[in-house]
Protein backbone atom coordinates (compact mmCIF):
# COMPACT_ATOMS: atom_id res chain seq x y z
CA UNK A 1 0.00 0.00 0.00
CA UNK A 2 1.16 3.47 -0.97
CA UNK A 3 0.73 7.18 -0.09
CA UNK A 4 1.15 10.08 -1.72
CA UNK A 5 1.40 13.26 -0.03
CA UNK A 6 1.45 16.53 -1.67
CA UNK A 7 1.09 16.96 -5.35
CA UNK A 8 3.37 17.37 -8.38
CA UNK A 9 7.38 18.75 -7.94
CA UNK A 10 6.37 18.31 -3.91
CA UNK A 11 4.71 14.85 -4.23
CA UNK A 12 5.95 12.61 -1.77
CA UNK A 13 5.32 8.51 -1.79
CA UNK A 14 5.54 6.24 1.24
CA UNK A 15 5.21 2.20 1.49
CA UNK A 16 2.88 2.02 4.33
CA UNK A 17 2.57 -1.58 4.36
CA UNK A 18 2.51 -4.55 2.28
CA UNK A 19 1.23 -7.83 2.03
CA UNK A 20 -1.98 -7.72 3.32
CA UNK A 21 -4.82 -9.84 2.36
CA UNK A 22 -7.68 -7.93 0.57
CA UNK A 23 -11.01 -8.69 1.95
CA UNK A 24 -13.60 -6.57 -0.34
CA UNK A 25 -13.14 -5.26 -3.48
CA UNK A 26 -16.28 -2.35 -3.88
CA UNK A 27 -17.60 -1.56 -7.15
CA UNK A 28 -16.37 1.42 -9.65
CA UNK A 29 -18.72 4.45 -9.97
CA UNK A 30 -20.84 4.33 -13.56
CA UNK A 31 -19.95 6.89 -15.11
CA UNK A 32 -16.34 7.93 -14.31
CA UNK A 33 -13.55 6.20 -15.86
CA UNK A 34 -12.50 3.56 -14.36
CA UNK A 35 -8.72 3.98 -14.41
CA UNK A 36 -8.92 7.29 -12.02
CA UNK A 37 -12.03 6.50 -9.87
CA UNK A 38 -11.47 5.69 -6.66
CA UNK A 39 -13.01 2.29 -5.65
CA UNK A 40 -13.24 1.31 -2.36
CA UNK A 41 -11.06 -1.38 -0.93
CA UNK A 42 -10.97 -3.60 2.52
CA UNK A 43 -7.95 -4.71 3.66
CA UNK A 44 -7.03 -7.19 6.85
CA UNK A 45 -4.17 -5.59 9.49
CA UNK A 46 -2.06 -8.05 10.49
CA UNK A 47 -0.64 -5.17 13.25
CA UNK A 48 -3.16 -2.64 14.70
CA UNK A 49 -0.46 -0.06 14.45
CA UNK A 50 -1.11 0.72 11.22
CA UNK A 51 -4.43 1.86 11.07
CA UNK A 52 -2.63 5.34 12.02
CA UNK A 53 -0.86 5.68 9.27
CA UNK A 54 -3.36 4.34 6.61
CA UNK A 55 -6.44 6.84 8.40
CA UNK A 56 -3.63 9.82 7.98
CA UNK A 57 -2.81 9.10 4.45
CA UNK A 58 -6.44 8.30 3.80
CA UNK A 59 -7.11 11.64 4.78
CA UNK A 60 -4.23 13.83 3.95
CA UNK A 61 -3.28 11.90 0.85
CA UNK A 62 -4.13 9.48 -1.90
CA UNK A 63 -3.73 5.97 -1.42
CA UNK A 64 -3.00 3.47 -3.96
CA UNK A 65 -2.77 -0.50 -3.34
CA UNK A 66 -0.61 -1.51 -5.18
CA UNK A 67 0.26 -5.75 -6.54
CA UNK A 68 3.80 -6.97 -6.54
CA UNK A 69 4.64 -8.30 -9.60
CA UNK A 70 6.42 -11.75 -9.60
CA UNK A 71 8.36 -11.57 -12.58
CA UNK A 72 11.81 -9.72 -12.23
CA UNK A 73 11.10 -6.77 -15.22
CA UNK A 74 9.14 -5.59 -12.26
CA UNK A 75 10.66 -3.00 -10.18
CA UNK A 76 10.27 -4.17 -6.57
CA UNK A 77 7.84 -2.04 -4.26
CA UNK A 78 9.95 -0.08 -1.50
CA UNK A 79 9.81 -1.64 1.95
CA UNK A 80 7.14 -0.78 4.70
CA UNK A 81 8.40 -0.46 8.01
CA UNK A 82 5.93 -1.81 11.03
CA UNK A 83 4.87 1.36 11.96
CA UNK A 84 3.78 2.64 8.58
CA UNK A 85 7.08 4.28 7.01
Known amino acids: MLATFERGADARARALARNLR ?4 GESPEGLDRASASIP ?3 ALSDP ?11 EGKIDLLR ?6 TAPIPPASAAGG
Open 22 to 25: VLTV
Open 41 to 43: VTV
Open 49 to 59: SLAAGLALANT
Open 68 to 73: EGGRAR
